[in-house]
């Protein structure tokens, strides 16, 4: 780490410092939850959650911080924290200034942090920063001060120093491949040496990078992922120990249990005891049903575009969905293959020809219930939840945690260097709208598809109509051409498909919008699974940074490159 965590041009000034826990009092209610105002007009904020999930909304959008986060708030955004249950988190607002000589000048925040990026630092090095002091808010003796000034620089520095963190991208690829050959070749014999030259790297140079990106050295890597399918293992096979330890790559039982034991705290064969005893878990779905979930799911059906993409990035491929319409409009076609067409909305004789062991309904209508839980239990999920929550609580059902943490860390790595890109060609805080053109019908998105990803990744704030279509709950909205203008923002994306595409620069609509930047994208981007987020983020650069779509009432020549870019992926 650097010794100087923030640099000598900038000039940092505590203003006010405080701790919250979970209260009573003046707070609102909202959903169930709490909904306290966390605003302070005049100074940036920083925020640390020490303890519970906090879910935040920054100028009406949701962003979840897991504790240990930091989230940079730049002065004069709104935002308010509803959480549920215990939670705690650490404020402290401040100014920043540049130094040009002896004058001060004071600018919006830090310059190299990201504004409403969430920084996952761990507990650990939280708490270390900020110390043993549990006092919550002042006034503090000019000493005291100094001392909180000084944790404030500490975990600017901390947050700085991760920027500083992203590995060439020849690296991470490199580093990519051998995770994935780790996760298909488990069972087999597995040496670091074996991984470096496969990764084009010295064997200290891989370690390193290895561990920088997963949080382990490829060994304990290699042996918790051995560990966790041989708890799946144990929870649905009746196999002696030593045969299970043996399928999962340990060359004999006594090693297993050492490392069994270590892992999970528990020896093997308690761990399968336990299992015996356990009555199966229930979980409360989106209807407020009580379902009953199977000890092991190996065969799930899934409707819903973001339910199969969020089951394909946890490494999960179901043996039914409804992808007749999906096969034509994703950008992760490839990946449709051997899923059997269930229907668009389930439809009971298809689903049970294929044995479900859990059924997953993202778009199911009530009525079809009754006869589908007849074939397996189904869980009616929740389709205005943000995507880091779905990801997680669909993991949760699962038994596939660890796989939804490594793509939100992922995905959050990944905005952080596409906003560090785009850094010259937008300015976070502006507002933004997202039209879709299908056919003849023209329809404005709340915080869902594309617009989620400007919304909640980018630091884009809805325009005003839109905020007023996500304040009511509402994903999209019909609209006129006459009305367009009440819901335009600083810039207007404008999604069609095909020959929409192509005939959408001359549409009308682009004169209704007014003097905003405008852009036209391919609609196959208009998702926000996890899998086409993860993939948008390289393409963006090219909508943002192309002279030809930066220009205002700038006419789309080259749609080829997206296309292109959503049909190869």
């Known amino acids: ?74 002065s004069k955004q709104t935002c308010c924290l509803e959480a549920g249950g215990e939670w705690e988190i650490v404020r402290f607002f401040f100014r920043t200034y540049e130094a040009d000589g002896r004058a001060l000048h004071l600018i919006d925040a830090p310059p190299l942090l990201i504004p409403g990026c969430a920084y996952r630092l761990s507990i650990a090095q939280v708490k270390q920063a900020l110390g043993g002091d549990e006092r919550s808010e002042g006034p503090f003796s000019p000493a005291e001060k100094a001392v909180l000034q000084a944790r404030l620089q500490l975990l600017l520095g901390l947050m700085a120093w991760l920027e500083e963190q992203t590995a060439p991208a020849n690296h991470e690829e490199a580093i990519r491949r051998t995770i994935d050959y780790i996760e298909r070749h488990y069972v087999e014999e597995i040496k670091v040496e074996q991984l470096a030259r496969m990764s084009g790297m010295i064997r200290w140079q ?135 067409d269930i229907g668009v909305k389930a439809e009971p004789e298809q689903v049970a020809l294929l044995r479900p062991e859990l059924m997953l309904l993202g778009n199911s209508h009530p009525r079809d ?8 239990p189904a869980i009616t999920l929740n389709g205005r939840i943000g995507t880091y929550e779905r990801i997680r609580y669909i993991a949760g059902l699962i038994d596939r945690g660890k796989a939804a943490e490594e793509w939100v860390s992922r995905y959050e790595a990944g905005v952080r260097k596409v906003r560090r890109k785009l850094s010259e060609f937008y300015t976070p805080g502006e507002k933004a709208a997202v039209y879709l053109i299908l056919g003849d019908n023209l329809y404005v998105m709340g915080q869902s598809g594309f617009a989620a990803t400007l919304y909640e990744s980018l630091g884009f704030r809805p325009s005003d109509g839109a905020a007023g279509l996500i304040e009511q709950g509402s994903l999209w909205r019909q609209v006129s051409r006459d009305h367009v203008s009440q819901y335009a923002g600083d810039r207007n994306f404008v999604l069609a498909s095909g020959g929409d595409l192509q005939i959408a620069e001359t549409d009308p609509l682009f004169a209704a919008l007014g003097s ?25 650069p090219h909508l943002f940074m192309e002279k030809l779509l930066v220009r205002e009432g700038c006419r789309l020549k080259d749609t080829g490159a997206f296309r292109q870019e959503s049909s190869s992926r």
Request: glycine content about 8%; overall charge positive; hydrophobic content about 40%.
């Open 369 to 376: 219930l009754a006869e589908l839980e007849e074939i397996a």
């Open 1 to 74: 780490m650097h010794a100087t965590m923030v640099p000598t041009s900038l000039h940092i000034e505590l203003q006010r410092f405080d701790r919250l826990r979970d209260s009573t009092g003046e707070d609102g209610e909202r959903d169930g939850k709490r909904v306290r105002e966390l605003g302070y007009e005049d100074s940036c904020m920083l925020l640390v959650a020490l303890e519970g999930r906090i879910r935040l909304r920054i100028d009406g959008v949701a962003i979840d911080l897991p504790q240990g986060g930091c989230l940079l708030i730049r």
């Open 516 to 540: 905003g930047k405008r852009h036209l994208v391919e609609a196959s981007w208009n998702y926000d699974d996890p899998i086409t987020r993860e993939r948008l983020l390289p393409v963006l």
């Open 206 to 340: 891989f370690s390193r990078s290895f561990k920088a990106a997963t949080g382990r050295k490829p060994i304990d890597y290699l042996i918790r992922l051995r560990v966790e399918h041989a708890k799946r293992l144990m929870s649905s096979s009746k196999e002696p120990l030593r045969e299970i330890s043996r399928q999962v790559g340990f060359k004999n039982e006594y090693y297993f249990s050492r490392c069994f034991h270590r892992i999970t705290g528990c020896a093997p064969r308690k761990y399968a005891d336990l299992l015996l005893s356990t009555r199966r878990s229930t979980v409360i779905d989106s209807l407020g049903r009580t379902v009953h979930l199977p000890k092991a799911v190996n065969r799930i059906v899934a409707t819903g575009t973001n339910t199969v993409g969020e089951l394909l990035a946890l490494g999960v491929r179901p043996v039914g969905a409804g992808i007749a319409k999906m096969k034509t409009q994703v950008v992760y076609r490839s990946k449709l293959r051997n899923i059997f």
